[in-house]
């Protein structure tokens, strides 16, 4: 199965996208609207990342928790998302990568 990474802004780029043959590419982004995304590939693509790597190096443990519940509940809905980082993470606090792992674990759709 392919995977395509996309890095950097994808805000705009999304609907670039739409040609790819349903149901036989990972579509991995950086920064990119998950509910648009979401919306935009619902059954016709697996999506992943969506989860900035500046969350787990800079933000409080309480804002990781949140956003990774925020993508949980945008994305894992239907099925079709990897959770996954958007990038290496050998700077994330560690109590802030402990709380994503957690989080996902445990948080209830």
Not at 30 to 47: M, N, Q, S, V, W
Request: proline fraction near 4%.
């Amino acid at each position: 199965t392919p995977i395509l990474y996309t890095e950097g802004k994808y805000f705009t780029r999304i609907n670039a996208m739409t040609g790819l043959p349903e149901g036989k590419v990972l579509l991995h982004f950086e920064f990119a609207d998950p509910a648009e995304c979401k919306k935009t590939f619902a059954g016709k693509a697996c999506l992943s990342g969506f989860m900035p790597t500046y969350h787990l190096e800079w933000s409080s443990k309480q804002t990781v928790i949140d956003e990774t519940k925020r993508h949980l509940d945008i994305l894992a809905d239907g099925g079709g998302y990897i959770f996954d980082t958007s990038a290496a993470i050998e700077n994330a606090k560690r109590e802030n990568w402990e709380a994503m792992m957690e989080t996902v674990r445990n948080y209830k759709l």
